[in-house]
């Protein structure tokens, strides 16, 4: 696939990006992102007209999308017996026709198709309050990292192309989404409980003060995370990246935008490109925890 429709067209006015831009970012970094959007039901986030006009999240793949782009029919825990039928991204061909059709961000499942009730990832996001200072944020990282270690648990990071960072451990896939969720529950509220005055579980906002939110809320059936190299809708095409621990102390949230990934990827492989094998058990874990 090599000719793109409306090229030209701005998707980033303040930047000067264009939708030849978005599909250009996607082809370079396909070989590094699709190995984690592989098999996993997908979320998109489409912006026909660019990210100052109103866009929206699609699960239910389009029945416009061609015959030989994967789709797989995913059962609606809150509705027995209905389905919605995602799109899947096994291929560079997939990603860049899937770019094409205005999809600026893409969104992945913490299970894949084949097993939708088991997990194979936790994620802890770190939301941090308007006045939260970086360094703060990074050492809460830090801390969270020594949380899941302790536990057994090997901890990835990326950052979110937004205000925080993800911590994302690999799991063998042994326990469901509630016993994976209460894991990563108990985790957040161990930490919370160690520095109540810095960090929160609080659900609502008017509880959580300046406080960074430790959110566990992804780690549910249905629910996604950023996928790594995704673009992200916000002004300077920020890049969720993944990050080595060692850069954390020299890296920013939004730190990252389509040129500095091509040269970072000149230059170094992806952090994640082996995180499966660091797979550790859930219920190991959560005994450990408790």
């Known amino acids: 696939m090599s000719d793109v429709s409306s090229a030209g067209k701005l998707f980033y006015p303040a930047d000067g990006i264009t939708k030849g831009d978005v599909v250009a970012h996607y082809r370079t970094v396909a070989d590094v992102m699709v190995p984690h959007l592989r098999g996993r039901p997908l979320t998109l986030r489409r912006y026909p007209d660019g990210i100052d006009a109103e866009g929206w999240f699609q699960k239910e793949a389009s029945a416009h999308f061609p015959e030989w782009l994967r789709t797989e029919r995913v059962p609606q825990r809150t509705k027995p017996g209905e389905f919605v039928r995602h799109a899947v991204c096994d291929d560079a061909t997939t990603l860049e026709y899937l770019a094409s059709q205005a999809t600026i961000e893409f969104h992945i499942w913490l299970s894949r198709v084949d097993s939708l009730d088991n997990p194979d990832l ?7 309050a308007d006045t939260t200072g970086l360094p703060e944020l990074r050492d809460v990282a830090r801390r969270a990292r020594s949380l899941f270690a302790g536990i057994g648990l090997m901890p990835y990071l990326q950052t979110t192309g937004g205000r925080g960072f993800h911590i994302v451990t690999p799991l063998l896939g042994d326990a469901g989404f509630d016993e994976v969720r209460e894991l990563a529950q108990r985790a957040a509220q161990r930490l919370a409980a160690e520095d109540r005055d810095r960090l929160t579980t609080a659900q609502r906002k008017d509880k959580r003060g300046q406080r960074i939110f430790l959110d566990t809320n992804r780690n549910a059936y249905g629910q996604t995370f950023v996928a790594p190299y995704s673009l992200r809708a916000r002004p300077g ?20 935008h389509p040129r500095r990934i091509r040269q970072r990827l000149a230059r170094k492989n ?21």
Do not use: F, N
């Open 237 to 256: 095409a920020p890049v969720a990246t993944p990050i080595d621990w060692s850069e954390l102390g020299k890296t920013e949230p939004e730190g990252y």
């Open 270 to 290: 992806d952090p994640w490109h082996d995180i499966h094998a660091d797979a550790a058990s859930a219920a190991r874990a959560l005994e450990k925890l408790s």
């Open 122 to 128: 936790l994620v802890l996001d770190l939301d941090p």
